[in-house]
Each structure stands twice: as C-alpha cells, then as structure tokens.
Nanobody
C-alpha cells in the first residue's frame, strides 16, 4: 500500500490550495481516509476525514467552512480543497488510512509522505 500526497505550496493569506492523496494497493472507496497536519513544534493533529460511504465527512472546527474533502473513485484519489487559508494553517499535511475516522495517530496503518503548506501573512 502506498499513499502519495501532493499539491502543497506557498500561498498568501486568503488563498487556496488543493491537496491530493493518490493510493496504490488500496481502494479508497472502501477506506476511511483522513488528513492530518503537523506544524513545527506542535503535535500532529487531525484536520478532516471522509468515511468510505462518502456521505459522512468530518472537519476540525477551525477549518469548517474553508476545507472540503472529496474523492475521485476513477483516479483512486482523495482531495482536500483548502480555501481562505490562514497563516495558522501552515504545516506539513499528511493523508492517512484512519479506521472509523477515529483520529488515533498510533493506529494509523498507512501514511502519505506529507506535503508542505505555507501560508504567508
């Protein structure tokens, strides 16, 4: 199983980015997938999760209304659309298999390699 994160970059406050998480060896349609992020000196935290049914999505309070997860079954890829970005969103973002969208980092079996998001003020 391999997850490949992409789409990070440098953007100004209020800008947008779309992260992608492409999977191999795993059908994302049948998997709960989360995005986590980790800023320097801080613990890794869950940002959002999409359930395998694709009907239930969960978001960290601070990103609700700004971030949106979606899934492209044909491409076996999950996306995180991030709008109205703020400097405090700056971090390395990781997609991960997250059973039941529980958010338990120690129970994540597969991680992407991470993609850097930097938001300038």
């Amino acid at each position: 199983v391999q997850l490949v994160d992409a789409g990070g970059g440098l953007v100004r406050h209020g800008g947008s980015l779309r992260l992608s998480c492409a999977a191999s060896g795993l059908k994302l349609d049948f998997t709960d997938i989360s995005w986590f992020r980790q800023a320097p000196g801080k613990e890794r935290e869950g940002v959002s999760c999409i359930k395998e049914t694709n009907e239930n999505k969960y978001y960290k309070d601070s990103v609700k209304g700004r971030f949106t997860m979606s899934r492209d079954s044909a491409k076996n890829t999950v996306y995180l659309q991030m709008d109205n970005l703020k400097p405090e969103d700056s971090a390395i973002y990781y997609c991960a298999v997250d059973p039941n969208c529980a958010g338990y980092i120690t129970r994540v079996p597969y991680w992407g390699q991470g993609t850097q998001v930097t938001v300038s003020s």
